[in-house]
C-alpha cells in the first residue's frame, strides 16, 4: 500500500503563494488517483482538489478553483498544492491521500497552514 507524508506547510501572509508536497512510497503509486483536503479547527474536513492516476484530470473545490492547483510527478513518487492568492480562511491543516482511503477515513498528519490578514 501507498504511505503519504505532507509538507510546506507554514505561516504566509494574504496574498502569497506556498506549495504543499506529498512524498509517496510504495510499488503502486502512479496507480492511484490522488486528492488533498483541508480541515479547519472546528469544522469538518472538506475536499480541495483531485487528480487522476495520469494527471490528465483535475477537479476543485469552488472555493479554491483559479487560486490553487494540483500536480503529480510519478516518477519522483510526489503531489503537489500550488496555492496561490491565499486567503486567511484558506488556514487549516492539509491532507493528502489516495481517493480510495479518503473515503474509508483514513488520514496522516498532515500539514498546517496559516494565512495571516
Known amino acids: 500500500q501507498v504511505q503519504l507524508v505532507e509538507s510546506g506547510g507554514g505561516l504566509v501572509q494574504a496574498g502569497g503563494s506556498l506549495r504543499l508536497s506529498c512524498a509517496a512510497s510504495g510499488r503502486t503509486f502512479s496507480s492511484y488517483a490522488m486528492g488533498w483536503f483541508r480541515q479547519a479547527p472546528g469544522k469538518e474536513r472538506l475536499f480541495v482538489a483531485a487528480?487522476?492516476?495520469?494527471?490528465?484530470?483535475?477537479i476543485y473545490a469552488d472555493s479554491v478553483k483559479g487560486r490553487f492547483a494540483i500536480s503529480r510527478d510519478n516518477a519522483k513518487n510526489t503531489v503537489y498544492l500550488q496555492m496561490n492568492s491565499l486567503k486567511p480562511e484558506d488556514t487549516a491543516v492539509y491532507y493528502c491521500n489516495t481517493l480510495v482511503r479518503a473515503a474509508k477515513g483514513s488520514w496522516g498528519q498532515g500539514t498546517q497552514v496559516t494565512v495571516s490578514s
Open positions: 487528480i487522476s492516476w495520469n494527471g490528465e484530470r483535475t
